[in-house]
């Protein structure tokens, strides 16, 4: 069974940085794509980021402006997403997901919340 | 203003039958895979649909799902109550390069 648990969230200042940790199990992780979704209270989902099985390509939400990087670790089966420049409008429940490069999300895990206060 | 537009809400009594509309673009929707997502208050997305209309082992034939050009839709038969949920749906975008979400319909079973 494919599973996946983040951790990392917790409170953080405006400005500050926090990095996501996604770890992964029940499917070969380096033969999967990889992504980031957000939610933030109350509202819809949207996709931050993407990393090919290799770790070789990565896509980004144009809306992140370069703050976030995501990359991977095969030999640990684990994503991580480093934010940096945090706002307040990246409160959010982050959820790690797994499914093809040029594609939605098909598993997912049950997320950790982020919230930045000023 | 999500890239793909969902009605905001729908509703059903049970045992009818529901569709929810997902409108997007020659980039999107027009060109690649629809998927489709469950989520209850509280809880992580679930795929219901992947691929345009395939169901993933586990979910109930009650929900199909379609695609003509830039646009998609979600059908529920023989709708239950434990189906009040949030419904997404979601492509990838080959101009943004990278998914997009339509912004959710609050399915309610009167």
């Known amino acids: 069974e494919v599973y996946l648990s983040e951790s990392g969230g917790g409170f953080v200042r405006r400005g500050g940085s926090v990095r996501l940790s996604c770890v992964a199990s029940g499917f070969i992780f380096r033969d999967y794509a990889m992504a980031w979704v957000r939610q933030a209270p109350g509202k819809g989902l949207e996709w931050v980021s993407g990393i090919s099985g290799s770790g070789g390509s990565t896509f980004y939400a144009d809306s992140l402006k370069g703050r976030f990087t995501i990359s991977r670790d095969n030999s640990k089966n684990t994503l991580f997403l480093q934010m940096n420049s945090l706002r307040a409008d990246d409160t959010a429940a982050y959820y790690c997901?797994?499914?093809?490069?040029?594609?939605?999300?098909?598993?997912w895990g049950q997320g950790t919340q982020v919230t930045v206060s000023s | 203003q999500s890239v793909l537009t969902q009605p905001p809400s729908a509703s059903g009594t049970p045992g009818q039958r529901v569709s929810i509309s997902c409108s997007g673009s020659?980039?999107?929707?027009?060109?690649?895979?629809v998927y489709w997502y469950q989520q209850f208050p509280g809880m992580a997305p679930k795929l219901l649909i992947y691929r345009d209309n395939q169901g993933p082992s586990g979910v109930p034939d009650r929900f199909s799902a379609s695609k003509s050009g830039p646009s998609a839709s979600l059908a529920i038969s023989g709708l239950r109550p434990e189906d009040e949920a949030d419904y997404y749906c979601a492509a990838w975008d080959d101009t943004l390069s990278g998914v997009v979400f339509g912004g959710g319909t609050k399915l309610t079973v009167l």
């Open positions: 020659s980039s999107n929707i027009g060109k690649n895979y």
């Open positions: 997901a797994n499914g093809a490069l040029y594609g939605p999300p098909l598993t």
